[in-house]
DNA sequence: GAGACTTTCTCCTCTCCGAGGACAAAGGGC
DNA sequence: GCCCTTTGTCCTCGGAGAGGAGAAAGTCTC
């Protein structure tokens, strides 16, 4: 099938496909409503993009009194690939234009097989959809990784957890590989897009999303765009110091955040204190599975395990403690908590929440609300769709 | 005199503005080079300027191999008033419309008298700047207080060192009395604005601006433009902890960083040092004058006395614990460091390097440059006048 | 010092965009 | 079936702005 060449020839005609993109379905005289375009112009590009094959006619509109209005949509053969990339896991989905995931595959994998390795089981997850009907080529790919990246040439840069990647040309080769426009960003970021998008922070411009998986990141959002710093390293958060001449942490300091809190060091705490016997549940799943993840004290904690319970509780302080800095520095209209470990649920929210709350100020953090993302695994993969959407949408 | 009544009509006008006041007089060709516009359309704004009075005509310029054109400049007679209220001391300064400062007084103050005291003594100095000579009027004011403000409306809100200012409007009170368009922010925010429209951070777009003075505050300049957070209160950083279950602060938490460094502790722990005896240089001035403060611990450290030496480099150490997590987090291009207690000077910036090298992740560290701010006292004027010439040269 | 070349400035024309009115088409309600 | 409302199409008109022609005002070379 021939694929999405057209792009928008104008503002006004990325406009109405935006609208399009996140209102759904439309008809002409709706659109007239929620655009500042008088009439014939916004027939005009209407019928424009009805001939590029972006748009197309969508029967009539209910009538508002009159006669009827003509539909239009997004082509609903447009497709968008989403990737995300994690420390231990590829996830892989396909959306239509409106950004509705229509296929989602999940996969475990370490990120330091290195690019090559990486791409080919995600290509083979994005053919396995491919294969299951959703969708018959791709008009577009954004994908997420878990480390800096120099956002305009989309090549991450000194990823200190995936070192093989370090300027590899991840746009450029996927771009080639799938023939299609790709965009990259760091995955935290595509998160808190995700969650901007389809989830709990549609209605705000400036907010935070704290990623809490392996790592710990934080993604910014300010006037409604991510915010990537200088070079593209922003919210990275996971090395603040939160103890002075604290634990010693893999990158060099001591008392970072993830030398106590994050997939890891929840990981290494858990094993601990089911060897130094202070924890029979622990103890028990050690002995069953070998090993101890997030999974593992999320479920101890749920069946009331004490100690399972305090490393959530403290690993939320300390998260806590670290926002609190950003919430007195940023001042944001909301924080939203997301990630792997959010199967530790309203434990950790409560303990992240008590320590905001306690100590940043009160004119920050009045009317803030501090919430879990709605999407879970679904976040990354959406942001993904909607980066590279976003950048379709827009005037050539 | 007459004053200013006129707006530039469209964005053009309003660049041409910018332009002139962002790089001096200017010849029509010259303007035409730093502009996109065909000759024709150049010409109609910069003739529609003119009748305004907005602009003036300023002789011809020198040749650059042809005919010579013709020079425009801002009227010469154009007055911006910036108003830099301090805790302690209130600064105001007359500037022409290509912001130079034509005359500044300062004078000391206790911001606590309340809004009606404190807005008649610089309106006095104002009186007294323009008794000199420097102005006829204002066509606009610029005014920075020391605390979270509401910026549409320009009205502070709960600010916690002028509790008498808490929703007073400013803004509308002010521009009664001078009868004039009036702006207002927080100081620190308009320090940073000084610092980038005439000090070292010309160049970038993204960057921190920690002043020290009183309190501790950061004002954070994102892609050019301030950022302000939702409620006005975004840079508040003196109060983002140090020292878990440290000092009691003002603030009622425990181990805010203002409790440990600013003017207030540095004075309090100097007087410490002094009546303990470890420092007779410190014992000496307190003897002499009866109370300490930045300065005097500023001169001991300039003669070697080696308490004072301690108190600046721990407090920047712990300064530089502050900045080195907001540095991970913003990752900007440049940290300048302002505000009084800058007479601490090199010793001072040296601590804080060192903890932000330190402590900070390489990539977001490897080409930052942490200055100090090059303006002093009058950068908070300079942004003063900068933020209402924003205002006058933009679109009505 | 005269002529040739450059640069600047002023008109003028020509095109394009988009607003808005007139009118036709299509539907609802009584 | 009649009248009102909404939607869609067509047309005209005004304004914005690009760009060319040519005059005006210099510099530079010989």
Redesign the interface.
């Known amino acids: 099938m021939r694929r999405m060449t057209a792009r928008p020839a104008n503002a006004h005609q990325a406009r109405l496909l935006r609208l399009l993109r996140d209102h759904g379905p439309n008809s002409r005289a709706q659109l007239g409503d929620r655009i500042d375009l008088s009439r014939s112009k916004l027939a005009v590009e209407v019928d424009r993009l009805l001939e590029t094959g972006l748009v197309v006619a969508d029967g009539l509109a209910a009538s508002r009194g009159g006669r009827r209005s003509h539909n239009v949509r997004l082509a609903p053969s447009l497709r968008f690939l989403g990737i995300d990339i994690g420390a231990t896991s590829v996830d892989v989905a396909v959306t239509n234009a409106e950004l509705e995931v229509l296929g989602h595959l999940t996969q475990p994998m370490d990120v330091r097989e290195g690019p090559v390795a990486v791409f080919e089981q995600a290509l083979a997850l994005a053919g396995k959809l491919r294969a299951s009907g959703v969708a018959e080529g791709f008009d577009g790919a954004g994908i997420g990784v878990p480390g ?1 990246v120099r956002f305009p040439e989309g090549v991450p ?2 990823p ?1 957890i995936m070192p093989g990647w370090d300027g590899f040309p991840v746009r450029e080769a996927l771009s080639q590989e799938l023939g299609c426009p790709v965009m990259v960003d760091n995955d935290v970021n595509l998160m808190a897009v995700g969650e901007q998008h389809a989830g709990v922070a549609r209605t705000v411009r ?1 907010f935070l999303f704290v990623k809490i998986g392996t790592g710990i990141g ?1 993604g ?1 959002v ?1 006037n409604g765009e991510v ?11 996971g ?3 939160v ?2 001449d604290g634990r010693p942490c893999a ?1 060099g ?1 001591h008392g970072c955040l993830e030398a106590y809190f994050g997939g890891a060091s929840l990981a290494r705490d858990a094993e601990a204190a089911a060897r130094a016997g202070t924890s029979p549940e622990l103890a028990a799943r050690l002995a069953a599975a070998g090993s101890l993840g997030a999974p593992d004290v999320a479920a101890a904690a749920a069946s009331g395990d004490p100690v399972a319970l305090d490393l959530i509780r403290t690993g939320g302080t300390r998260t806590g ?2 926002i ?3 919430v ?6 909301l924080v939203v908590i997301g990630g792997g470990v959010t199967g530790l649920g309203h434990t950790l929210l409560a303990a992240v929440r008590t320590q905001v709350y ?7 953090t ?2 803030l609300p501090i919430v879990l993302g709605e999407l879970g695994q679904a976040a990354g993969v959406t942001g993904a769709a909607r980066l590279i959407s976003d950048h379709l949408f827009s005037p050539a």
Not at 328 to 333: E, H, I, T, V
Not at 358 to 364: G, V
């Open positions: 800096p840069v000194a200190p400036d934080c910014i300010v915010y990537r710093g200088t070079t593209g390293s922003a919210g990275d958060i090395h603040i110091q103890e002075p990158c300091n403690q670290v609190a800095g950003l007195s520095f940023f001042n944001p209209d306690r100590q940043s100020l009160p004119l920050a009045n009317n």
